[in-house]
Protein backbone atom coordinates (compact mmCIF):
# COMPACT_ATOMS: atom_id res chain seq x y z
CA UNK A 1 0.00 0.00 0.00
CA UNK A 2 1.43 3.42 -0.52
CA UNK A 3 0.10 6.41 1.22
CA UNK A 4 -0.08 10.13 -0.85
CA UNK A 5 0.19 13.17 1.85
CA UNK A 6 -2.11 16.88 1.90
CA UNK A 7 0.57 18.23 0.48
CA UNK A 8 1.53 21.22 2.13
CA UNK A 9 5.54 21.70 1.35
CA UNK A 10 7.46 20.56 -1.08
CA UNK A 11 10.18 19.09 0.79
CA UNK A 12 7.47 17.35 2.96
CA UNK A 13 5.67 15.96 -0.21
CA UNK A 14 9.04 14.36 -1.45
CA UNK A 15 9.91 12.66 1.86
CA UNK A 16 6.73 11.12 1.76
CA UNK A 17 6.05 9.92 -1.87
CA UNK A 18 9.73 8.86 -2.30
CA UNK A 19 10.46 6.42 0.54
CA UNK A 20 10.02 2.95 0.03
CA UNK A 21 7.97 2.31 3.41
CA UNK A 22 5.40 5.30 2.02
CA UNK A 23 5.52 4.71 -1.60
CA UNK A 24 3.37 6.74 -2.75
CA UNK A 25 -1.98 13.05 -5.54
CA UNK A 26 -5.27 17.16 -9.08
CA UNK A 27 -6.45 17.01 -11.14
CA UNK A 28 -6.13 18.09 -12.93
CA UNK A 29 -7.37 16.95 -14.06
CA UNK A 30 -8.84 15.11 -15.11
CA UNK A 31 -6.60 17.74 -13.00
CA UNK A 32 -6.46 18.51 -16.68
CA UNK A 33 -9.82 19.27 -16.63
CA UNK A 34 -9.91 19.10 -20.27
CA UNK A 35 -10.46 15.64 -20.75
CA UNK A 36 -13.75 14.91 -22.00
CA UNK A 37 -13.69 17.46 -24.19
CA UNK A 38 -10.56 16.83 -26.19
CA UNK A 39 -11.59 15.25 -29.26
CA UNK A 40 -10.91 11.90 -30.79
CA UNK A 41 -8.35 11.03 -27.76
CA UNK A 42 -5.15 9.38 -28.79
CA UNK A 43 -2.74 9.20 -25.69
CA UNK A 44 -2.62 8.95 -21.73
CA UNK A 45 -0.39 11.55 -19.92
CA UNK A 46 0.32 10.67 -16.48
CA UNK A 47 2.35 13.08 -13.99
CA UNK A 48 5.03 10.53 -12.89
CA UNK A 49 5.95 11.34 -9.77
CA UNK A 50 8.08 9.53 -8.04
CA UNK A 51 10.05 8.95 -11.36
CA UNK A 52 10.09 12.61 -12.04
CA UNK A 53 9.04 12.48 -15.23
CA UNK A 54 5.73 12.42 -17.75
CA UNK A 55 4.84 8.75 -19.01
CA UNK A 56 2.80 8.80 -21.91
CA UNK A 57 0.76 5.64 -23.11
CA UNK A 58 -1.99 4.84 -25.80
CA UNK A 59 -5.10 4.89 -23.92
CA UNK A 60 -5.71 1.12 -25.28
CA UNK A 61 -2.41 -0.11 -23.28
CA UNK A 62 -3.03 -2.78 -21.28
CA UNK A 63 -1.08 -5.01 -19.05
CA UNK A 64 3.14 -4.37 -18.02
CA UNK A 65 3.22 -2.24 -20.86
CA UNK A 66 6.39 0.15 -21.28
CA UNK A 67 5.04 3.95 -21.80
CA UNK A 68 4.88 4.77 -25.90
CA UNK A 69 7.05 8.38 -24.51
CA UNK A 70 8.68 9.80 -21.77
CA UNK A 71 9.36 13.00 -21.13
CA UNK A 72 12.72 13.48 -18.47
CA UNK A 73 16.29 14.92 -18.50
CA UNK A 74 17.90 17.63 -17.49
CA UNK A 75 16.34 20.03 -20.56
CA UNK A 76 12.72 18.96 -19.18
CA UNK A 77 12.72 21.39 -16.51
CA UNK A 78 10.95 18.39 -14.72
CA UNK A 79 10.52 19.17 -10.82
CA UNK A 80 8.50 16.75 -8.89
CA UNK A 81 5.68 16.93 -11.62
CA UNK A 82 1.37 16.57 -9.61
CA UNK A 83 -1.14 18.52 -12.37
CA UNK A 84 -1.42 18.33 -15.91
CA UNK A 85 -3.61 19.64 -18.78
CA UNK A 86 -4.17 19.67 -22.23
CA UNK A 87 -5.53 23.23 -23.99
CA UNK A 88 -7.87 22.75 -27.45
CA UNK A 89 -4.48 23.68 -29.60
CA UNK A 90 -2.30 20.56 -28.13
CA UNK A 91 -0.08 21.92 -25.64
CA UNK A 92 0.67 20.20 -22.80
CA UNK A 93 1.10 21.89 -19.15
CA UNK A 94 2.58 20.19 -16.13
CA UNK A 95 2.96 21.85 -12.60
CA UNK A 96 6.40 20.97 -11.50
CA UNK A 97 5.98 21.54 -7.23
CA UNK A 98 9.24 21.78 -6.64
CA UNK A 99 10.42 24.68 -8.91
CA UNK A 100 6.37 26.58 -8.41
CA UNK A 101 6.29 27.05 -12.07
CA UNK A 102 3.88 25.79 -14.71
CA UNK A 103 5.86 24.10 -17.83
CA UNK A 104 4.54 24.10 -21.41
CA UNK A 105 5.60 21.42 -23.72
CA UNK A 106 4.32 21.27 -27.51
CA UNK A 107 2.58 17.59 -28.42
CA UNK A 108 4.22 15.42 -28.93
CA UNK A 109 7.06 15.49 -26.49
CA UNK A 110 9.05 13.01 -25.43
CA UNK A 111 12.92 12.54 -24.45
CA UNK A 112 14.77 15.58 -22.61
CA UNK A 113 12.33 17.87 -24.89
CA UNK A 114 12.78 21.48 -23.45
CA UNK A 115 9.57 23.41 -22.06
CA UNK A 116 7.99 25.77 -24.86
CA UNK A 117 7.51 28.35 -22.09
CA UNK A 118 7.61 28.19 -18.45
CA UNK A 119 5.32 30.18 -15.71
CA UNK A 120 7.41 30.80 -13.04
CA UNK A 121 8.56 33.94 -10.48
CA UNK A 122 7.16 35.69 -7.66
CA UNK A 123 4.77 37.86 -9.43
CA UNK A 124 2.45 34.28 -10.26
CA UNK A 125 1.77 33.87 -6.92
CA UNK A 126 2.92 30.33 -7.56
CA UNK A 127 2.93 27.94 -4.28
CA UNK A 128 3.31 24.39 -4.10
CA UNK A 129 1.13 24.21 -7.48
CA UNK A 130 -1.02 21.17 -7.76
CA UNK A 131 -3.82 20.42 -10.41
CA UNK A 132 -4.11 22.53 -12.91
CA UNK A 133 -6.80 22.93 -15.51
CA UNK A 134 -7.45 25.09 -18.84
CA UNK A 135 -10.66 26.42 -19.81
CA UNK A 136 -12.58 26.77 -23.18
CA UNK A 137 -10.83 30.47 -23.60
CA UNK A 138 -7.59 29.14 -22.80
CA UNK A 139 -7.46 30.26 -19.37
CA UNK A 140 -5.34 28.11 -17.22
CA UNK A 141 -6.37 27.77 -13.74
CA UNK A 142 -3.69 26.51 -10.76
CA UNK A 143 -4.38 25.37 -7.26
CA UNK A 144 -2.20 26.21 -5.07
CA UNK A 145 -1.53 23.54 -2.07
CA UNK A 146 0.49 25.67 0.39
CA UNK A 147 -1.12 28.97 -0.43
CA UNK A 148 -4.98 27.99 -0.45
CA UNK A 149 -5.30 30.01 -3.51
CA UNK A 150 -6.70 29.42 -7.38
CA UNK A 151 -4.67 31.77 -9.35
CA UNK A 152 -6.00 31.75 -12.96
CA UNK A 153 -3.29 32.81 -15.98
CA UNK A 154 -4.18 34.81 -19.31
CA UNK A 155 -4.35 31.88 -22.21
CA UNK A 156 -0.65 31.93 -23.40
CA UNK A 157 0.58 33.59 -20.00
CA UNK A 158 4.36 32.84 -19.91
CA UNK A 159 7.69 34.13 -17.47
CA UNK A 160 6.90 35.89 -14.36
CA UNK A 161 3.50 37.15 -15.26
CA UNK A 162 0.83 38.33 -12.72
CA UNK A 163 -2.73 36.03 -12.66
CA UNK A 164 -5.52 37.91 -14.15
CA UNK A 165 -7.70 36.36 -10.92
CA UNK A 166 -6.96 35.02 -7.58
CA UNK A 167 -9.36 33.16 -5.42
CA UNK A 168 -8.47 33.03 -1.96
CA UNK A 169 -9.60 33.87 1.62
CA UNK A 170 -11.47 32.87 4.69
CA UNK A 171 -14.68 32.79 2.34
CA UNK A 172 -13.72 30.90 -0.44
CA UNK A 173 -13.26 27.76 2.00
CA UNK A 174 -9.91 26.51 0.10
CA UNK A 175 -8.08 23.96 2.78
CA UNK A 176 -5.33 22.69 0.73
CA UNK A 177 -6.69 22.58 -2.77
CA UNK A 178 -5.19 19.81 -5.06
CA UNK A 179 -7.74 18.78 -7.89
CA UNK A 180 -9.72 21.38 -10.22
CA UNK A 181 -11.83 20.97 -13.36
CA UNK A 182 -14.01 22.88 -15.63
CA UNK A 183 -17.43 22.35 -16.17
CA UNK A 184 -18.89 22.34 -19.70
CA UNK A 185 -20.05 26.04 -18.55
CA UNK A 186 -17.24 27.17 -17.24
CA UNK A 187 -17.63 26.95 -13.26
CA UNK A 188 -14.55 25.85 -12.01
CA UNK A 189 -14.60 22.52 -9.63
CA UNK A 190 -11.66 22.38 -6.75
CA UNK A 191 -11.50 19.46 -4.62
CA UNK A 192 -9.61 19.91 -0.99
CA UNK A 193 -8.52 16.82 0.40
CA UNK A 194 -8.19 18.27 3.83
CA UNK A 195 -11.48 19.78 4.43
CA UNK A 196 -13.03 16.44 2.95
CA UNK A 197 -15.25 19.23 0.64
CA UNK A 198 -15.58 20.01 -3.36
CA UNK A 199 -15.97 23.70 -3.60
CA UNK A 200 -17.33 25.30 -7.28
CA UNK A 201 -17.22 28.63 -8.26
CA UNK A 202 -18.39 30.56 -10.90
CA UNK A 203 -17.12 31.70 -13.85
CA UNK A 204 -14.72 34.58 -13.56
CA UNK A 205 -14.58 34.40 -9.48
CA UNK A 206 -11.97 36.43 -8.10
CA UNK A 207 -10.71 37.20 -4.64
CA UNK A 208 -12.63 36.12 -0.89
CA UNK A 209 -15.31 35.30 -2.68
CA UNK A 210 -17.67 32.61 -1.40
CA UNK A 211 -18.34 29.64 -3.40
CA UNK A 212 -21.63 29.00 -5.59
CA UNK A 213 -21.81 25.31 -4.48
CA UNK A 214 -19.99 23.13 -1.99
CA UNK A 215 -20.02 19.18 -1.82
CA UNK A 216 -19.67 17.94 2.03
CA UNK A 217 -21.24 16.58 4.54
CA UNK A 218 -21.22 12.44 6.17
CA UNK A 219 -23.46 11.71 3.19
CA UNK A 220 -20.84 12.50 -0.08
CA UNK A 221 -18.44 9.96 0.99
CA UNK A 222 -15.80 12.28 0.34
CA UNK A 223 -13.00 11.05 1.52
CA UNK A 224 -9.46 12.88 0.85
CA UNK A 225 -10.78 13.60 -2.46
CA UNK A 226 -7.69 14.51 -5.28
CA UNK A 227 -8.28 14.32 -8.94
CA UNK A 228 -11.82 15.10 -10.42
CA UNK A 229 -13.37 15.41 -13.87
CA UNK A 230 -16.26 16.10 -15.36
CA UNK A 231 -18.09 14.72 -18.09
CA UNK A 232 -19.96 16.60 -21.07
CA UNK A 233 -22.97 16.38 -19.06
CA UNK A 234 -21.75 17.76 -16.30
CA UNK A 235 -21.44 14.54 -13.89
CA UNK A 236 -18.52 15.10 -11.38
CA UNK A 237 -16.30 12.40 -11.17
CA UNK A 238 -13.70 12.25 -7.83
CA UNK A 239 -10.53 9.94 -7.31
CA UNK A 240 -11.20 9.56 -3.41
CA UNK A 241 -7.63 8.73 -2.04
CA UNK A 242 -8.69 6.64 1.00
CA UNK A 243 -11.53 4.83 -0.97
CA UNK A 244 -12.57 4.84 -4.38
CA UNK A 245 -14.25 6.72 -6.90
CA UNK A 246 -17.15 8.71 -6.56
CA UNK A 247 -19.82 10.07 -9.05
CA UNK A 248 -22.15 13.32 -8.30
CA UNK A 249 -24.49 14.45 -10.62
CA UNK A 250 -24.47 17.22 -12.17
CA UNK A 251 -25.06 20.43 -10.24
CA UNK A 252 -24.81 18.42 -6.91
CA UNK A 253 -24.61 20.62 -3.87
CA UNK A 254 -24.75 20.48 -0.08
CA UNK A 255 -24.23 17.25 1.95
CA UNK A 256 -25.72 14.93 -1.03
CA UNK A 257 -24.63 11.42 -1.83
CA UNK A 258 -23.00 9.97 -4.70
CA UNK A 259 -25.47 8.73 -7.31
CA UNK A 260 -22.45 5.89 -7.68
CA UNK A 261 -19.13 4.67 -6.41
CA UNK A 262 -16.51 2.24 -7.59
CA UNK A 263 -14.96 0.47 -4.67
CA UNK A 264 -13.86 -2.82 -3.51
CA UNK A 265 -10.80 -5.15 -3.71
CA UNK A 266 -12.29 -6.35 -7.47
CA UNK A 267 -11.23 -3.20 -8.77
CA UNK A 268 -7.63 -2.65 -8.03
CA UNK A 269 -7.89 0.53 -6.34
CA UNK A 270 -5.28 1.40 -4.26
CA UNK A 271 -4.44 4.68 -2.93
CA UNK A 272 -6.23 6.46 -5.78
CA UNK A 273 -5.15 10.18 -6.91
CA UNK A 274 -5.90 11.07 -10.28
CA UNK A 275 -8.87 10.12 -12.75
CA UNK A 276 -9.68 11.29 -16.32
CA UNK A 277 -12.49 10.20 -18.89
CA UNK A 278 -11.57 9.88 -22.87
CA UNK A 279 -14.23 10.60 -25.47
CA UNK A 280 -16.22 7.62 -24.82
CA UNK A 281 -17.01 8.28 -21.30
CA UNK A 282 -14.26 5.03 -20.36
CA UNK A 283 -12.85 5.80 -16.57
CA UNK A 284 -9.06 6.28 -16.29
CA UNK A 285 -8.08 6.04 -12.31
CA UNK A 286 -4.14 6.69 -11.64
CA UNK A 287 -3.39 4.50 -8.00
CA UNK A 288 -0.39 5.10 -6.01
CA UNK A 289 -0.48 2.12 -3.80
CA UNK A 290 -0.14 -0.51 -7.23
CA UNK A 291 1.11 2.16 -9.15
CA UNK A 292 -0.69 1.45 -12.07
CA UNK A 293 -3.98 3.06 -13.88
CA UNK A 294 -6.87 1.22 -13.98
CA UNK A 295 -9.37 1.42 -16.41
CA UNK A 296 -13.01 1.42 -16.21
CA UNK A 297 -16.72 1.15 -18.37
CA UNK A 298 -18.67 4.57 -18.54
CA UNK A 299 -21.54 2.76 -16.24
CA UNK A 300 -19.08 1.17 -14.01
CA UNK A 301 -20.64 0.87 -10.25
CA UNK A 302 -19.45 -1.13 -7.23
CA UNK A 303 -17.05 -3.81 -6.61
CA UNK A 304 -16.42 -4.07 -10.50
CA UNK A 305 -13.33 -5.53 -12.26
CA UNK A 306 -11.45 -2.80 -14.43
CA UNK A 307 -11.95 -3.44 -18.24
CA UNK A 308 -8.17 -2.82 -18.70
CA UNK A 309 -5.25 -2.30 -15.83
CA UNK A 310 -1.54 -0.49 -16.88
CA UNK A 311 0.98 -1.93 -14.22
CA UNK A 312 4.04 -3.93 -13.68
CA UNK A 313 7.99 -2.98 -13.73
CA UNK A 314 7.74 -2.10 -17.64
CA UNK A 315 5.14 0.60 -17.40
CA UNK A 316 7.68 2.83 -15.08
CA UNK A 317 5.36 3.83 -12.85
CA UNK A 318 6.76 5.55 -9.94
CA UNK A 319 3.72 7.63 -7.70
CA UNK A 320 1.99 8.31 -10.47
CA UNK A 321 -0.44 11.65 -9.34
CA UNK A 322 -2.60 13.43 -11.87
CA UNK A 323 -3.16 12.44 -15.49
CA UNK A 324 -4.99 13.69 -19.00
CA UNK A 325 -5.98 12.56 -21.83
CA UNK A 326 -5.46 13.95 -25.64
CA UNK A 327 -3.51 14.26 -28.84
Given amino acids: ?150 TIYAAGASGNAAPVRTISGAATQLQLPLGVAFDPSGDLYVSSPHGNTITVYAPLANGNVAPIRTIAGSATGLASPYGIALDSSGNLYVALESAGVNVYAAGAGGNVAPTRTIAGSSTGLSTPTGIALDASGN ?10 VVVFAPSASGNVTPLRTIEGGATGLANPLLLAIGR
Avoid: W
Fill in 1 to 150: MGCVPHLQKPAAVLACLLLAACSGGSGSGSPGGRATTAPAPADLYIANYGANNLAVFPVTANGDVAPAQTVAGNGTAMASPIGIALDQTGDLAISQSQANEIAVYSTPAGGDDPPTRTLAGSNTGLDLPAGIAFDASGELAVANNSAASI
Fill in 283 to 292: IYVTTNGNRS
